[in-house]
């Protein structure tokens, strides 16, 4: 367990505190859970206008060097050498059994690649890339970048106001634009399953652009209790909570992150850790996967929780659970035995030792909004 005395400051803890910010330990870090308006109005306000939110406690690493697609290549399942140039991916590092050591994002930023990891896996990412990875490639944590996000359906819009080009870039796309004289980082993608954008900049500078950005009447600062109630309805994998060390892509839910080419009949051997079991799920199915679950009543189940068949035998386990605001009821993600894993399948939770009625669904909750032509 980790104390408060023992977290560090983010590059916006002074704006927290002045916004009335309600701090708590996560990840080894003071960060905001929630603000005054509170968690529910902070998750609608983001669904229906702009949210702004800290992410400086997320690892920022460069790798540059010859063939350094190639190499990363070796470590995840995705196909990078291909990936265009400030385009970004979505993937996973694996270990020998296939398990997911980190959920990431990898851009291509031309003459390096700029990987953005979990906070509580980064220091681990780091020691597994410089003990994977050739010496010709220089492998760096950015302790003094700062990252923010807006995110929400106007986040577009205020974002074009104070960077103008910035509201071309399509989704999982990224470039380099100056904000309030600062050199930025700006890619559109998010956590939240609306359209947005995340920014990376010089922790000397982030304040002032948070506060420009909390200056326009669109834009609300929003806590990690929101982020968390956003992208459990957006259907999203937390990390510690749907993935770990013994929980595979196709398990998760992810196969997608796995290279065409290798999914293809006849394709190249796979060379990324744990490649011959993950290939072996997509061909042959797993023994359990993740899943929607859509409680009864008004009471959420949290993570943990037993689910049981009409037998009452246990099948799965909750992984994240809460109250859904925008769909005004709880929902869960939950791995589940994969013979009773079909959508609208009927079940029971464990909820305070009694046993609440409850239905698998298809996941997001909510439907993405990305931005696309």
Known sequence: MILDHECRSVPLNALHLELGARMIPFAAYRMPLQYPAGILAEHRHTRNRAGLFELSHMGQIRISGPDVAAELEKLVPSDLRTLPLLRQRYTVFTNESGGILDDLMVTNAGDHFFLVVNAARKHADLEHLIGRMPESCRIEMLPDRAMIALQGPEAVHVLARLVP???????????????????????????????????SVSASEVEKIARQFLRQPEVAPIGLGA???????????????????????????????VARRYRQPGGPTAGFPGAA?????????????RVGLLPEGRAPVREGA????????????????????????????????????????????????????????????????????
């Open 277 to 289: 079991r993950i290939l072996e799920q997509i061909r042959g199915g797993v023994a359990r996967k």
């Open 227 to 257: 982020r968390d109630t956003l992208r459990l309805e957006a259907g999203l994998c937390l990390y510690g909570h749907e993935l770990d060390e013994t929980t595979t892509p196709v398990e998760a839910g992810l196969s997608w992150v």
């Open 306 to 373: 037993e689910i049981l068949n009409d037998q009452f035998e246990v099948i799965g386990r909750v992984t994240s659970g809460g109250f859904g605001p925008s769909i005004g009821a709880p929902v869960a993600m939950a791995y589940l035995d994969s013979r009773h894993a079909a959508e609208g399948n009927r079940l029971c939770v464990v909820l305070r030792n009694k046993r609440i009625s409850g239905k698998v669904t298809g996941l997001p909750f909510v439907h993405h909004r990305y931005h696309s032509k």
């Open 165 to 199: 080009g910035s509201e071309r870039l399509e989704f999982m796309e990224g470039g380099n634009f100056v904000l309030e004289s600062a050199d930025c980082f700006i890619t559109r993608c998010g956590y939240t399953g609306e359209d947005g954008f995340e920014i």
